[in-house]
């Protein structure tokens, strides 16, 4: 079975900053993409942003400039560099991939990490 680990969360005053790891292990063939998702208390999960295996990124308008997300294919690792981090960026990052097992091969599925939580406050 897959399991995706985030990792990096914690406390940071505004302006500082922040980098979270997302680690899937388990029966991978490929990872299509990886991406990072958040959710702060009473609001919907939102993309965060995202990158493909060819190395496409997306990013929402509200962290464009500030986050930044890489990967590490052969170690199956995303990772979000997180700068400038402001009070409204406080949530639960959760670690997303999509990705074809072996069993599923070619067909691929959405797998989620348990989230991790930054917390943006002075």
């Known amino acids: 079975q897959v399991q995706l680990v985030e990792s990096g969360g914690g406390l940071v005053q505004p302006g500082g900053s922040l980098r979270l790891s997302c680690a899937a292990s388990?029966?991978?063939?490929?990872?299509?993409?990886m991406g990072w998702y958040r959710q702060a208390p009473g609001k919907q999960r939102e993309l965060v942003a995202t990158?493909?295996?060819?190395?496409?990124?997306n990013y929402a308008d509200s962290v464009k400039g500030r986050f930044t997300i890489s990967r590490d294919n052969a170690r199956n690792t995303v990772y979000l560099q997180m700068n400038s981090l402001k009070p409204e960026d406080t949530a639960v990052y959760y670690c997303?991939?999509?990705?074809?097992?072996?069993?599923?091969?070619?067909?691929?599925?959405?797998?989620w990490g348990k989230g991790t939580l930054v917390t943006v406050s002075s």
């Open positions: 388990g029966s991978i063939f490929t990872i299509n993409a």
């Open positions: 997303n991939a999509d990705l074809a097992t072996p069993e599923h091969y070619p067909d691929t599925m959405n797998y």
């Open positions: 990158i493909t295996r060819g190395g496409s990124t």
